[in-house]
């Protein structure tokens, strides 16, 4: 070893030249410059660090001490196979070395010996390896590092090592670190893992570095690799280090490192390995692969094998305690209401496996308690991930019994925190946690219909507590309804929430609401077995299936009791249809019956002794058991069964259908083709047991039921074979040759099916385009394609078919019925409908292209190609680009028959096909701006191929930028924005009249056409409208406003003048569907539609506030009012217009107050319908008064707001207010006001109307006759009817009382009472007292004629008739400087009160109220007053009109809309019964007309000159009193008439 250090002289070198040691240089340094101490300590930093820095210290050695120092390199150290022994190379030499050049070198040997080690390690990582990303070491590396290792102990053990130089020299060569090498350090004690990855800078890299390695250990380990054990040992200390470290309470503050680091790394790499697990599994990792491997292998870590060595269980139950909160938190994409709908899937059974065995680790180490209180926690304070949670809830009680009670107690917490203050988060989670726990059985987990009937069978349930509690349930559940799967549904309404009477209607729209689900989802309530398993969440058994195990479970039960099962005897009460139905029979299956009677003939007899079984269906079960006896002694004499009877004929059309498709490849069998056609339309014919007669019955029309289309079996498996053989044949066919050239098979194929047997295909076509379509492959969606275009072919030999809604009502061809049952409305059926109308416009392109365009299009209906494009635009964005000359494709048939045929592809190609371009020229079949509507309006947003992005972008594309611009013989618009909102309209409007918005409807109240899908057109109209507005304010000048009215008043008037007209049920029902459309159009758009953008003195009123009213007076008054008012939405609508208008105007208050002094005339129930919204009403209107004018309310709104306080006022206790003027208006407010207020309150404060003026109260009976037909019409309740009849009674009583008159309230027409003209002044003072019953001297009917033209005083009364006169202005009104501001104000805001309140009355009230004034009047029979009846003489008059009108409507059946309610008190026992009116009526007159004066007789004659033969003794004695009269009294006309 001495050689080693002599000087090399043989080497040929001068020694004079011999290179200076480094020692050397720095001396000389020395020497020639001044030795300073801080320079010295500079230079020796700056040696260690390029020592530190430099990437090979055996190079560097080599450099300083030349070729000697080569001998000092550590590869023969850990070279175990070098020939050189490694006792000539002993760590005390080595480290001796080492110890020399340090000090030659004035570092510290720490340092150096640290790089070389770190050097070392790098070499013998960097070797060759196995893998491509390799963690382990090999045999060969294994070996050498153990050596190096042994040496780095030696260094260790006597101070010559420097772990953290040693560390940070390892980073420098991360790159090429392993981690087998790295956990050997760490086992060796050479650095612990802990030092090592706190020595990294950046704790982010090192957390990925070590999540790397971490997955190819776990995916080395999982490949069985040979070194397995080191690998699980590398494993288990990593992890348990982590687990230590990252979830210890207190960090070690003695070590010199920063103490918060490697808690930081620990958590980090786990919390990376678990996302990356949870991630993989939400993906849907598949068995075996890369990702499979390393998830299942990170999840074995938490057994206990892995983490059993750490001594502390507190770390381990925090660990796994922050990996459930990982689980539950990761990545929450789900919302609560998918969770409602797809928890089934999410049983414990269905979970992937790799996450149950973690949930079954992870519930080893906490316990019960633990977990449902930790679960508890995270739902409380994060987002979570619903699928996870369910399924571990699942876990938590199949793994832990003890854990039912511990849910349970949490649920009722949940359930009374939501009920106490109406949390649904705290709802939502009870129910989703109850319903995944049911899912486990009943072993785990009470059922849910159990735990339903506990929390809300009985009063002590949770919403027993108030109604708020009761709302908040049902809102809830009615908000499930769409989400929920039929079995909860039925759970709801076969075991209901208990409901107080007086709730009851809560209870019973929810029902009404699940029921309508259900049968959304065909699913029957009535056919739900006896036993069928409530709580289970599976698919719905069919009722035979279910049948069959009722049957066998109530024998079992009858066999253990000998007692007819309850629920069977229930069954047989409550639910009649299902056991007449499905249980009998099943239970009556024919049989051989057994010699001794077993519990099945016991089961039947005790159910026939209990009248349980019909004596008919018990008398044909025996005949039936008779006749099975009789049939195996046939068997044994050689007698086929019938069943194999039956079979034969279907077999032979098998057989020789099969026949057939062997000739379709063989070219010289093609003459044959016709003969076998004929063979299998008589094997058919067999099949069916139709007659040779039966082919020459013609069939005028085809009845089909589009939405439930039902076959017989036998007529089922039949058509199957035709239509499986013609998919078949139509493949091999196509295999040989294209469709052109495939000879006349298909069509003498398809002739077969035009006989007897085309309703059983049609009706099989209807099941599976329309029913089946998306599940339908590739060959069978060609082949029906294929067969629609040969049916298509024979159009004029085939009967039309009527398919019923949503269809026409009219009858279609054949060809059109495909359109019918190839819907777009979902992802799958656009798809599928693309499908199938590429494989039908491509097969008749290529079969017809020699032939004529007219026979192409006879073969397919325009709606299909229609279809076609509709579907291209949308789905496709290169269709909606311009095709040139080079864009146009060839069409081949060839590639649409191959099963894996891409369908985009070949729909492009069709598109672009010239063929194709040119048919689309043809005006039936180019897509119209009207079709794109009608068939936009049936998608389904929430199941659209579209994301609410594209389909917006989509809308903007069609309407804007290809229907707008395009001319109108094209089916554009000619670039008319208003057009192109006409048509719009016109198209909403036509698919809410129609069955089709309605096929799928949950609730057709919500939204337009009962489906949010309008939604999106909705939003496009108020765009476009919206512009149109814009457009027009451009186009106006300045201080004017348009002349014109809205298109769409315009529109409306249109179509209500199409409408059928008439009172009939029907009509008003079309007619109040289509007002109600109109309506929520108007909502949705801006208020200026209604009233304009402005007002201006020169044209106050707008064309579109006179279109508005005469819509309110003409339709909405019959249809869209109800007690006098219009709806809320409509008239805060209206009046937000009317504000907005008038704030543009120079004198905003004088223009409000002409509006509104102008609806008195034209449109009253505007004023009246904001009486009754009033409360709502006044603050929004204040506001924008007060936000944009500083002076008070107008004038107008004041009379409203004073209005409603006289009749508040007047209800109260204290002295009432008097009430304002007008006092028609006045009258409607107190009106409305008593309809607010109990019954047993009215009474005592009706007694004040003997203070009110007179006119008042004749305008309030007025009212309240309106209110009583209201009540009759409309009432659901029998308390409204009593309480409006009793108003009725007192306000006629106080009439009465007073003497005055109230008879023209009967005989009201547009221009006054009985035609005549009024006019009298309104401006009476109030009078000075209550004394108001002093007689006139003119008689009272002439006094309140005049009263009711005008709304006048009675206490400023003429001398005689009363003539049409001037009136003076009211007091306290200023006439001078309104008349100078505005001169063509009307009068009414100048005070002139000629209002003919005829007409104002009858513009208040419905026209079927006014018709049925006859029935008011002779209600309220009993309260005439004797004397005032003799008295008046035109009481006889209207009292014979009425009785006439009376039965002219009872005659008519108009009647019957008033028949009195069940429930109706005694009192008002034959009020409500017609005939019985009529009956009183009729003797009430008889009685009357000899007590008469007879002058009340001149107008006799006139009464009964077209209605006398209503009642012929009614009649007769008014002619006979007429003609007992002398001729004086004959010339006396009375006032009235």
Request: hydrophobic content about 40%; charged content about 20%.
């Given at each position: 070893m001495s050689d080693s250090w002599v000087p090399n002289?043989?080497?040929?070198?001068?020694?004079?030249?011999?290179?200076?040691?480094?020692?050397?240089?720095?001396?000389?340094?020395?020497?020639?410059?001044?030795?300073?101490?801080?320079?010295?300590?500079?230079?020796?930093?700056?040696?260690?660090?390029?020592?530190?820095?430099?990437?090979?210290?055996?190079?560097?050695?080599?450099?300083?001490?030349?070729?000697?120092?080569?001998?000092?390199?550590?590869?023969?150290?850990?070279?175990?196979?070098?020939?050189?022994?490694?006792?000539?190379?002993?760590?005390?030499?080595?480290?001796?070395?080492?110890?020399?050049?340090?000090?030659?070198?004035?570092?510290?040997?720490?340092?150096?010996?640290?790089?070389?080690?770190?050097?070392?390690?790098?070499?013998?990582?960097?070797?060759?390896?196995?893998?491509?990303?390799?963690?382990?070491?090999?045999?060969?590396?294994?070996?050498?590092?153990?050596?190096?290792?042994?040496?780095?102990?030696?260094?260790?053990?006597?101070?010559?090592?420097?772990?953290?130089?040693?560390?940070?020299?390892?980073?420098?060569?991360?790159?090429?670190?392993?981690?087998?090498?790295?956990?050997?350090?760490?086992?060796?004690?050479?650095?612990?893992?802990?030092?090592?990855?706190?020595?990294?800078?950046?704790?982010?890299?090192?957390?990925?570095?070590?999540?790397?390695?971490?997955?190819?250990?776990?995916?080395?380990?999982?490949?069985?690799?040979?070194?397995?054990?080191?690998?699980?040992?590398?494993?288990?200390?990593?992890?348990?280090?982590?687990?230590?470290?990252?979830?210890?309470?207190?960090?070690?503050?003695?070590?010199?490192?920063?103490?918060?680091?490697m808690p930081q790394v620990a958590v980090d790499v786990l919390q990376r390995m678990l996302i990356f697990a949870l991630d993989a599994l939400a993906a849907g990792v598949q068995e075996e692969s890369s990702t499979h491997k390393i998830v299942r292998c990170w999840f074995g870590v938490f057994s206990g094998h892995t983490l059993g060595s750490v001594i502390s269980t507190d770390p381990l139950k925090r660990f796994f305690s922050h990996t459930l909160t990982q689980i539950l938190t990761h990545s929450p994409v789900l919302k609560a209401s998918d969770a409602v709908q797809m928890q089934?899937?999410?049983?414990?059974?269905?979970?992937?496996?790799?996450?149950?065995?973690?949930?079954?680790?992870?519930?080893?180490?906490?316990?019960?308690?633990?977990?449902?209180?930790?679960?508890?926690?995270?739902?409380?304070?994060?987002?979570?991930?619903?699928?996870?949670?369910?399924?571990?809830?699942?876990?938590?009680?199949?793994?832990?019994?003890?854990?039912?009670?511990?849910?349970?107690?949490?649920?009722?917490?949940?359930?009374?925190?939501?009920?106490?203050?109406?949390?649904?988060?705290?709802?939502?989670?009870?129910?989703?946690?109850?319903?995944?726990?049911?899912?486990?059985?009943?072993?785990?987990?009470?059922?849910?219909?159990?735990?339903?009937?506990?929390?809300?069978?009985?009063?002590?349930?949770?919403?027993?507590?108030?109604?708020?509690?009761?709302?908040?349930?049902?809102t809830f559940l009615s908000d499930l309804v769409p989400f929920e799967s039929p079995r909860y549904l039925q759970v709801h309404i076969?075991?209901?929430?208990?409901?107080?009477?007086?709730?009851?209607?809560?209870?019973?729209?929810?029902?009404?609401?699940?029921?309508?689900?259900?049968?959304?989802?065909?699913?029957?309530?009535?056919?739900?077995?006896?036993?069928?398993?409530?709580?289970?969440?599976?698919?719905?058994?069919?009722?035979?299936?279910?049948?069959?195990?009722?049957?066998?479970?109530?024998?079992?039960?009858?066999?253990?009791?000998?007692?007819?099962?309850?629920?069977?005897?229930?069954?047989?009460?409550?639910?009649?249809?299902?056991?007449?139905?499905?249980?009998?029979?099943?239970?009556?299956?024919?049989?051989?019956?057994?010699?001794?009677?077993?519990?099945?003939?016991?089961?039947?007899?005790?159910?026939?002794?209990?009248?349980?079984?019909?004596?008919?269906?018990?008398?044909?079960?025996?005949?039936?058991?008779?006749?099975?006896?009789?049939?195996?002694?046939?068997?044994?004499?050689?007698?086929?069964?019938?069943?194999?009877?039956?079979?034969?004929?279907?077999?032979?059309?098998?057989?020789?259908l099969g026949e057939l498709r062997a000739s379709m490849t063989d070219p010289s069998q093609r003459d044959v083709i016709s003969a076998q056609v004929a063979v299998i339309s008589e094997r058919l014919r067999a099949v069916l047991g139709h007659n040779e007669d039966d082919s020459s019955v013609e069939i005028s029309k085809i009845q089909l039921s589009i939405n439930t289309p039902r076959l017989e079996p036998r007529e089922h498996m039949a058509v199957d074979l035709l239509l499986t053989s013609f998919c078949q044949n139509l493949m091999a066919a196509s295999s040989v040759a294209p469709p052109e050239r495939q000879g006349p098979w298909a069509a003498l194929f398809v002739r077969t099916m035009c006989g007897r047997v085309l309703p059983a295909v049609l009706t099989r076509l209807c099941q599976l385009l329309r029913h089946q379509g998306p599940s339908l492959s590739a060959p069978h969606v060609l082949g029906l394609a294929a067969l629609a275009v040969h049916l298509g072919e024979?159009?004029?030999?085939?009967?039309?078919?009527?398919?019923?809604?949503?269809?026409?009502?009219?009858?279609?061809?054949?060809?059109?019925?495909?359109?019918?049952?190839?819907?777009?409305?979902?992802?799958?059926?656009?798809?599928?409908?693309?499908?199938?109308?590429?494989?039908?416009?491509?097969?008749?392109?290529?079969?017809?292209?020699?032939?004529?365009?007219?026979?192409?299009?006879?073969?397919?209906?325009?709606?299909?190609?229609?279809?076609?494009?509709?579907?291209?635009?949308?789905?496709?964005?290169?269709?909606?680009?311009?095709?040139?000359?080079?864009?146009?494709?060839s069409l081949s048939w060839r590639p649409l028959h191959l099963p894996s045929a891409d369908w985009q592809r070949a729909a492009l190609s069709l598109w672009t096909h010239r063929t194709f371009r040119e048919l689309l020229k043809e005006e039936d079949v180019h897509l119209t701006y009207q079709d794109w509507?009608?068939?936009?309006?049936?998608?389904?947003?929430?199941?659209?191929?579209?994301?609410?992005?594209?389909?917006?972008?989509?809308?903007?594309?069609?309407?804007?930028?290809?229907?707008?611009?395009?001319?109108?013989?094209?089916?554009?618009?000619?670039?008319?924005?208003?057009?192109?909102?006409?048509?719009?309209?016109?198209?909403?409007?036509?698919?809410?009249?129609?069955?089709?918005?309605?096929?799928?409807?949950?609730?057709?109240?919500?939204?337009?056409?009962?489906?949010?899908?309008?939604?999106?057109?909705?939003?496009?109209?108020?765009?476009?409208?919206?512009?149109?507005?814009?457009?027009?304010?451009?186009?106006?000048?300045?201080?004017?406003?348009p002349s014109q009215g809205h298109f769409l008043f315009e529109i409306f008037r249109r179509r209500l003048q199409a409408l059928t007209s008439g009172w009939s049920v029907a009509a008003s029902l079309q007619r109040q569907r289509e007002l109600l459309m109109y309506k929520r159009i108007l909502l949705r758009l801006p208020s200026s539609v209604l009233c304009g953008s402005s007002f201006q003195a020169e044209q106050p009123i707008t064309a579109r506030c006179e279109q508005f009213f005469h819509l309110v007076n003409s339709e909405m008054r019959n249809f869209c009012s109800h007690g006098g008012a219009l709806t809320q939405d409509i008239t805060a609508h209206f009046f937000r217009g009317l504000l907005n208008a008038c704030l543009r105007s120079r004198d905003p208050s004088l223009m409000v107050d002409f509006i509104l002094a102008k609806c008195q005339t034209k449109c009253p129930l505007i004023l009246t319908s904001a009486l009754v919204w009033w409360p709502s009403l006044e603050p929004v209107l204040l506001c924008r008064w007060r936000r944009h004018c500083q002076s008070p309310l107008p004038r107008e709104l004041q009379k409203l707001q004073e209005g409603r306080q006289f009749a508040s006022d007047f209800l109260s206790p204290e002295a009432a207010s008097l009430a304002p003027n007008p006092d028609w208006l006045s009258a409607a407010a107190l009106h409305f006001a008593i309809q607010q207020v109990r019954e047993e309150n009215i009474r005592k404060q009706l007694k004040k109307l003997d203070c009110e003026r007179e006119e008042l109260l004749v305008f309030l009976f007025f009212f309240s006759l309106m209110g009583l037909l209201s009540s009759h019409l409309t009432s659901n309740s029998t308390r409204d009817l009593p309480k409006a009849f009793h108003v009725c009674a007192a306000i006629l009583e106080c009439l009465e009382k007073r003497k005055i008159s109230w008879l023209a309230l009967f005989q009201l027409t547009e221009s006054g009472p009985m035609g005549l003209s009024w006019g009298l002044p309104l401006s009476a003072p109030h009078p000075p007292s209550c004394k108001r019953s002093t007689p006139h001297p003119l008689p009272a009917a002439d006094r309140y004629l005049g009263i009711l033209s005008s709304g006048c005083s009675p206490h400023t009364i003429p001398t005689a008739r009363p003539p049409r006169v001037h009136v003076p202005t009211p007091r306290g009104v200023p006439s001078t400087d309104n008349r100078q501001r505005c001169p063509e104000l009307p009068e009414p805001l100048l005070g002139v009160a000629d209002l003919r309140l005829g007409r104002l009355l009858l513009r208040v009230a419905p026209d079927q109220h006014t018709r049925l004034l006859p029935f008011a009047f002779y209600s309220l029979l009993s309260y005439f007053h004797e004397d005032a009846a003799i008295r008046e003489e035109a009481f006889l008059h209207v009292a014979v009109d009425m009785y006439l009108k009376l039965v002219q409507l009872f005659v008519a059946g108009d009647t019957s809309t008033v028949s009195p309610p069940a429930g109706r008190s005694l009192e008002l026992q034959g009020q409500g019964n017609p005939v019985e009116l009529i009956t009183k009526a009729r003797l009430f007159l008889l009685q009357l007309i000899p007590r008469c004066p007879k002058k009340s007789f001149s107008h006799v004659a006139e009464l009964l000159a077209d209605r006398g033969d209503c009642d012929p003794e009614v009649s007769a004695a008014l002619q006979s009193r007429q003609q007992a009269a002398p001729d004086a009294d004959l010339s006396q006309e009375p006032y009235l008439f």
């Open positions: 002289s043989a080497s040929g070198q001068d020694p004079g030249r011999r290179r200076r040691s480094w020692a050397e240089l720095l001396a000389g340094r020395v020497k020639r410059e001044k030795y300073n101490p801080e320079r010295a300590q500079k230079l020796k930093e700056s040696a260690v660090r390029l020592l530190r820095s430099h990437q090979d210290l055996n190079a560097l050695l080599l450099e300083v001490e030349g070729p000697l120092c080569k001998k000092l390199s550590l590869s023969k150290v850990i070279d175990c196979d070098s020939s050189e022994a490694y006792a000539n190379h002993s760590s005390s030499f080595i480290g001796s070395a080492l110890q020399d050049q340090a000090s030659r070198l004035g570092i510290p040997v720490g340092i150096l010996s640290a790089g070389v080690v770190a050097s070392s390690v790098g070499q013998i990582c960097t070797a060759p390896a196995e893998t491509s990303h390799p963690v382990l070491l090999t045999v060969e590396q294994r070996k050498k590092l153990s050596s190096l290792l042994e040496f780095a102990q030696y260094l260790l053990a006597h101070s010559m090592f420097s772990r953290l130089s040693f560390c940070q020299e390892l980073w420098k060569i991360q790159s090429s670190l392993l981690l087998e090498a790295v956990w050997h350090l760490h086992v060796q004690g050479i650095v612990s893992l802990q030092e090592l990855l706190e020595s990294h800078p950046d704790m982010h890299a090192v957390g990925s570095w070590l999540f790397r390695n971490l997955c190819c250990l776990c995916e080395q380990m999982e490949a069985s690799c040979q070194h397995a054990d080191v690998a699980r040992a590398m494993l288990s200390d990593f992890v348990q280090m982590f687990v230590l470290r990252g979830f210890q309470k207190n960090s070690d503050l003695r070590r010199t490192v920063e103490p918060e680091k089934r899937e999410w049983s414990f059974a269905r979970t992937h496996p790799l996450l149950t065995a973690l949930y079954r680790r992870l519930l080893v180490m906490l316990s019960a308690e633990e977990l449902v209180g930790h679960l508890q926690e995270v739902l409380e304070t994060q987002e979570v991930h619903w699928q996870r949670v369910l399924s571990f809830v699942s876990a938590l009680v199949v793994c832990f019994p003890e854990a039912q009670q511990l849910l349970e107690d949490w649920v009722a917490r949940l359930m009374a925190q939501a009920f106490e203050s109406c949390q649904l988060d705290s709802m939502v989670t009870a129910f989703l946690v109850v319903r995944q726990a049911a899912l486990e059985g009943p072993s785990a987990f009470l059922s849910y219909a159990d735990w339903f009937k506990a929390s809300f069978g009985s009063t002590r349930g949770y919403h027993g507590c108030s109604k708020k509690a009761l709302v908040f349930l049902f076969l075991h209901p929430p208990l409901v107080p009477s007086k709730y009851r209607s809560l209870l019973t729209d929810y029902i009404s609401l699940a029921k309508t689900r259900l049968a959304d989802l065909k699913v029957s309530i009535e056919n739900m077995g006896l036993y069928e398993d409530l709580s289970s969440a599976g698919d719905i058994t069919e009722p035979h299936s279910q049948a069959l195990q009722d049957v066998e479970k109530a024998i079992m039960v009858f066999e253990h009791t000998g007692k007819i099962p309850v629920t069977v005897m229930e069954a047989s009460i409550f639910r009649r249809p299902y056991y007449v139905s499905h249980f009998l029979p099943a239970l009556l299956t024919p049989r051989v019956l057994p010699k001794v009677p077993d519990s099945r003939v016991a089961f039947i007899e005790s159910l026939k002794r209990a009248d349980k079984i019909p004596p008919s269906l018990y008398s044909t079960y025996c005949q039936a058991c008779s006749a099975a006896e009789e049939k195996p002694e046939d068997a044994a004499l050689g007698v086929r069964a019938e069943p194999s009877s039956a079979e034969e004929p279907l077999g032979q059309l098998r057989a020789a024979s159009r004029s030999a085939l009967p039309e078919v009527d398919v019923g809604p949503p269809a026409p009502d009219a009858g279609l061809p054949v060809p059109a019925l495909f359109d019918s049952l190839l819907t777009c409305r979902t992802r799958d059926s656009l798809f599928f409908c693309l499908k199938f109308c590429t494989a039908a416009i491509s097969y008749s392109l290529c079969k017809f292209s020699s032939q004529s365009r007219d026979t192409l299009c006879s073969c397919l209906s325009p709606g299909l190609i229609k279809k076609f494009q509709f579907l291209m635009f949308r789905l496709f964005s290169e269709a909606r680009q311009p095709l040139s000359e080079e864009d146009v494709a509507l009608h068939l936009e309006l049936e998608i389904q947003p929430e199941a659209d191929a579209l994301s609410d992005t594209e389909r917006q972008d989509f809308h903007q594309w069609a309407i804007h930028e290809h229907f707008l611009p395009e001319s109108s013989a094209s089916g554009g618009c000619d670039g008319d924005l208003q057009a192109a909102c006409t048509i719009l309209v016109n198209a909403l409007m036509d698919f809410h009249q129609s069955s089709r918005s309605y096929d799928h409807s949950e609730n057709s109240d919500l939204v337009f056409g009962g489906r949010t899908g309008n939604e999106d057109i909705i939003s496009r109209l108020q765009e476009m409208v919206a512009d149109l507005e814009l457009q027009q304010d451009l186009s106006v000048p300045l201080g004017h406003t």
